[in-house]
Structures are given as C-alpha cells and as structure tokens.
C-alpha cells in the first residue's frame, strides 16, 4: 500500500501539533512522559519536531491523558491551523 504524500497543510497542523505537546510537557522529560503515556522517547522526539506530522490516534490520546490535555480541544486548535503560503518558485 503506497500512502498518500502529506498535504501541505497536514505538515503544518503536524508540527503545531508538536509545539502543542510539547508546551504542554513543559519541563517535565520527554522520557517521563512517553514511559506515563506507553510510547517511546523517539517516537515523542519525533513528534514534537514534526517529524510524525499523523501520529496515530491511540498515542495522541496517550499523550493528551498524560499531559492533561482535552482531545477536543487539541482538535480544535491544530483544525485552526491554516496552511503556510505556498512558495513562489518563479522567484528564485
């Protein structure tokens, strides 16, 4: 199965995700967190640096549980991302 490449949008709502989390864990480590909420350390890095801009469903409501975050209102916010402007390759 080939997987559709990521819109730019979904890139960018991927690494806002990533910012989210990752304020949300504050100073608290990323070994921590990903140990409470099942995961690995590598796969919150990659999270929180957009590098998994779709992680799946179960390791968002993970991290939200542990991180005290309603998944609606993550919802919400990563659904007000709108899309970077798209680059102009004329004007290089």
């Given at each position: 199965m080939v997987r559709t490449p990521l819109t730019?949008?979904?890139?960018?709502?991927?690494?806002f995700l990533g910012v989210l989390l990752r304020q949300a864990r504050g100073?608290?480590?990323m070994a921590e967190i990903a140990a409470a909420s099942g995961i690995?350390?590598?796969t919150l890095r990659k999270i929180e640096t957009g590098?998994?801009?779709?992680?799946?469903?179960?390791?968002?409501a993970a991290?939200?549980?542990?991180?005290?975050?309603?998944?609606?209102?993550?919802?919400?916010?990563?659904?007000?991302?709108?899309?970077?402007p798209e680059e102009d390759s004329a004007a290089a």
């Open positions: 730019p949008l979904e890139r960018e709502r991927g690494r100073e608290r480590s690995s350390a590598e590098r998994a801009p779709t992680p799946a469903f179960f390791t968002i991290l939200a549980t542990t991180l005290g975050l309603a998944l609606d209102e993550i919802a919400a916010r990563c659904a007000a991302v709108t899309a970077p």
